[in-house]
């Protein structure tokens, strides 16, 4: 099976992908030191783990995604999560919110790796150790919502419109530790300066998609470039994405997928009890 991309904005041919039929779960070896430094994060080398996914060109897709959503395009992509849709120019987002027919008061989330989330997310040293445990040691997914430094440089390029619309009060999302190709999109994103945002590839409220056949044709239809991987690893009869934490409070904002592993690392490790959303 095979999927033709859509043409890319400059009239370019589509690019075809040949999907997975299930992402392995494979345990990637954790980094004996990771770095902080600026100079790190402006090189976008520091990595994230994530769930291997052997016989894809990851770098040149996600290469091709970030030319795609750099230039104004809208973009879908694998995660291990679910599928995600992505865009940076405020065109382009004002066209995933109504596709998805989302409510403008919910907020996007930022395209990052865990130099971002070093650089913008203002927490102390035992909020950003919680981070590290869950997302490399433990090698899970998470999203993780902090207070951030809103004079960044970063920040300074991103669209009033897209900028208003990727906070909610003075937190931002950043989800670490989604998937190989994520984690390639976000490292070429930030080495180069350029913050994307994103949600997840579905209408909203009909729930999380794992596959991309299944996502609703109103929004792949926008879509000027769609990365199809097949099943997305973390694939759940309930339909749960990321799980978010707000790590300045400890209040979950959703209990989604390792959610139960997230809360005993953090009571086992931390001595913290989160309490579940009803």
Known sequence: KTVLLPKARNGGAGNVVTPMALCPKKKLPVPAQISRSVSAWAAGRIRSMAVKIPDQNIQADAQRVFECVRDGGVAIIHLDIAYAILARSAEAVRRIYAAKRRSADKPTGFLGNHALHEALHI????????????TRDHDLPLAVIAPYRKEHPL??????????????????????????????????????GVICVGSSANV??????????????????????????????????????????????????????????IAAILKDEFGVELIRPA
Request: hydrophobic share 45%; charged share 25%; net charge negative.
């Open 123 to 134: 927490l102390d040293d035992r909020a950003r150790e919680m981070v590290r445990r869950i």
């Open 155 to 192: 920040l300074a390029g991103l669209d009033p419109f897209v900028h208003q619309h990727a906070v909610k009060g003075d937190t931002l999302n950043i989800l670490l530790n989604a998937g190989e190709l994520r984690n390639a999109l976000a490292d070429i994103a930030v080495a180069n």
């Open 204 to 261: 909203s409220l009909t729930g999380t998609k794992f596959r991309l056949e299944d996502i609703e044709p109103e929004l792949r239809a926008i879509a000027d470039v769609a990365i199809d991987y097949g099943l997305c690893a973390y694939h759940n009869p309930q339909g749960l994405s990321s799980t978010m934490i707000d790590f300045s409070t400890m209040r979950v904002q959703r209990a989604g997928v390792c959610y139960d592993r």
